[in-house]
């Protein structure tokens, strides 16, 4: 069992963290804050494996407050780890601002010296990230991160500032770094393992933010496959306030039933929903590219499926418990019909976001003769 010490479990980061090692059962973790009694500290240290030293004051008018905090509670560390005959490893996080000329660099700086003496003394490893632009779940806005801020007031309908568009930021997922951070529980590998870090403009950043922020009545998803806009998308949930997670659909509805679209996406196409009345008809058209994907996950469905140029249909029954995806490829007429005795509840997925300028969607019943050589076939939906 690994005794771990977590400095500031209130800090951003260390919430994040300690969230992440009281998941492990090879872990007894324990935490300390600013307002720790330095008996308790020394208690904690003198028992600590692993020190994991986080947190600190990132922003204040009094100057000296980050000497006193960030270097002078790093050189305490020190004394009380060697005052327990303790080598304990300890990792800690640093900011790129260490090596700039100001009163927060300076003090990151000093704790760095110190900690890099204790090594010396005592042969305990300790490991220094640099870290750059944190954000992640659990970010103060209006503090030192400008995505806490943007993601904070976007969410909340709130203006934000920008004084230059232009201006590049680099930034740090806190999963990322908690992730990192945790190898070097069983790492003792010399170079530090890599933390991924994005680079781009203010403007970018914010515009990405407002995307989510119209994503209720787009219904546009971003590009997933970007592991930052993943990490960017999920921390911009965690400031969406409570009243506003709930949305109503634009729901369609007709003699047929009701239809609703919930998802698109340029790169994944869309889904949408509809609920069909008993012995109700849908679809009985075909799609020269549009592939779709069909799921009935409440009642009964008879999916048919014909080639567009005639030939024998295939029938497939369907029943919401048994959980069916049909393929319905291109070049195949096709329709859903309900054949249960109440509403017939349907997911649809379509390879595209439907395009009213080119909705590649052309009406022809299924069975009812085959497309004329010309390619024309009668108006209908």
Known sequence: MIRVLVTDSRCFLGRNLLAHLRERRDCDTFAADRETSPAELERQLAVADVVFHVGGVCRSENHAEFERVNAGLT???????????????????????????????????HAEDALREFAAATGAR???????????????????SVTATFCHNIAHDLPIAISD??????????????????????????????????????????????????????????????????????????????HTRQRNLDVRTDTRGSLAEFIKSEHSGQIFVSRTAPGVTRGNHYHHTKAEKFLVVEGEG???????EGGPVDEYQVEGSRYQVIDIPPGFTHSIRNIG????????????????????????PVGEGRLALDGRVPAGS
Not at 87 to 94: D, G, H, T, Y
Not at 130 to 142: A, S, Y
Request: proline share 7%.
């Open 302 to 308: 008879l999916i048919r499926m014909q080639p567009m």
């Open 165 to 242: 568009p232009a201006h590049e930021v680099e930034l740090n997922y806190a999963d990322d770094i908690v992730a990192a951070f945790l190898e070097e529980l069983e790492n003792d590998a010399p170079e530090l393992p890599q933390i991924a870090c994005t680079r781009l403009r203010l403007d970018d950043l914010a515009g990405r933010i407002q995307a989510f922020h119209e994503m209720g009545a787009t219904l546009r998803l971003p590009d997933f496959a970007d592991p930052f806009c993943r990490a960017l998308y999920a921390t911009y949930l965690s400031y969406v306030p409570s």
């Open 126 to 144: 300790v490991r220094i990230f640099r870290l750059k632009g944190l954000f992640g779940k659990w970010c103060p806005p209006n503090y030192n």
């Open 75 to 109: 050189r305490r560390l020190c004394v009380c780890l060697r005052r327990a005959g303790r080598a304990a490893k300890i990792v800690f996080e640093s900011s790129i601002q260490a090596d700039l000329p100001n009163a927060y660099g300076t003090s990151k700086a």
């Open 341 to 364: 005795r109440g509403e017939m509840v349907t997911l649809f997925w379509s390879s595209e976001v439907f395009n009213p300028d080119r909705p590649d969607t052309y009406y022809l």
